[in-house]
């Protein structure tokens, strides 16, 4: 009934979605079809399934703490709740006569680079926000919003990836300003409907496995209670780098990429996540030294003293 194995998994995968915000279905699954031999169409269902009780407590945390921004939320639902549902039948309907497990496996390979891609391309357009940049006022934008939800519930119907990592990096393209705290946040509370939906399509038409999914809810949801809590300590460039590393060669395995191709390529891939990890490293100790410098006086140049401080009797008769 329960795999022991499966369990270990679930736990360290919910680890990291409580510290991240992503990678839920873009390390659970490949990880199920990969390591553990499971049907790529049982994967998905199973894990999405699963998905439905983890993404509540997080998107619960956030809520609480008023990181949601609501009006987002909404049209971001407007869109994804159908199409995930859609994705689900779509699945089913090409599955009667097009090899149904080698599509959702390519179609899961695909999803999966395009996810490393975002996760790369994030921390470039945080870098483009300046200080003053906060003082802009947040306007939604409705349509681009609502196209977001219906591609990524499509996706995520299809594959079960991207109800929080293509998401949010569809979202930070579009908002750059968005805080960061408010943007997890928005992406947990919509994934709430969107998984919701996309699990109930895989009851009732997909390959649901209760053992399966079980096995995976009794090791991930303390795994995310407890990423949860030290989500506020663990530093974003030590998670992002592992995530790339494991997505990209996991996408790469799950379209076909050739065992010695990817032999090759798994050092490389290693040393530029450990490379990526010490620019991130770097850039973070500039931002909080910056941000050091901000709270106190600024420094003069040298040789350039302060101005003195105005008296009440100052002579004002060469003014």
Request: aromatic share 6%.
């Amino acid at each position: 009934m329960f795999d022991p194995y499966v369990i270990l998994s679930g736990a360290g995968v919910g680890f990291v979605v409580g510290l991240t915000g992503m990678g839920g279905g873009a390390l659970m699954t490949p990880i199920l079809v990969l390591l553990f031999g499971v049907e790529p169409l049982t994967a998905v269902s199973s894990d999405i399934v699963a998905s439905m009780v983890m993404k509540p407590i997080g998107g619960a945390v956030h809520w609480k703490r008023g990181t949601v921004h609501k009006p987002l939320v909404r049209w971001l639902m407007m869109g994804s709740i159908p199409t995930a549902f859609l994705g689900v039948l779509l699945l089913r309907k090409l599955g009667t006569g097009m090899g149904l497990q080698g599509g959702v496996k390519t179609a899961l390979g695909v999803a999966l680079l395009v996810v490393v891609t975002g996760l790369v391309v994030k921390p470039l357009l945080s870098a483009r926000r300046r200080p003053g940049d906060t003082l802009i006022p947040f306007v939604v934008k409705p349509i681009p919003t609502l196209l977001i939800g219906i591609v990524g519930g499509l996706i995520v119907g299809i594959t079960s990836v991207g109800s929080g990592s293509l998401i949010i990096i569809m979202l930070l393209m579009l908002y750059p300003r968005m805080k960061l705290s408010e943007l997890v946040g928005t992406d947990l509370v919509q994934a709430v409907p969107l998984v919701t939906s996309a699990a109930l399509g895989h009851l009732f038409f997909g390959s649901f496995k209760l053992g399966l999914t079980a096995s995976i809810l009794i090791g991930s949801v303390p795994g995310v209670f407890l990423g949860a809590r030290f989500s506020s300590r663990a530093p974003d460039y030590l998670i992002r780098p592992a995530l790339i590393v494991v997505l990209l060669l996991s996408g790469m395995k799950l379209v076909n990429v050739p065992n010695k191709v990817l032999a090759t390529l798994a050092p490389i891939v290693i040393v530029g996540g450990v490379g990526y990890m010490l620019w991130a490293w770097r850039r973070a100790k500039r931002t909080l030294a910056a941000a050091a410098t901000s709270q106190g006086h600024a420094e003069l140049p040298v040789g350039i003293a302060p101005p003195a401080p105005a008296t009440a009797g100052a002579d004002r008769s060469n003014v």
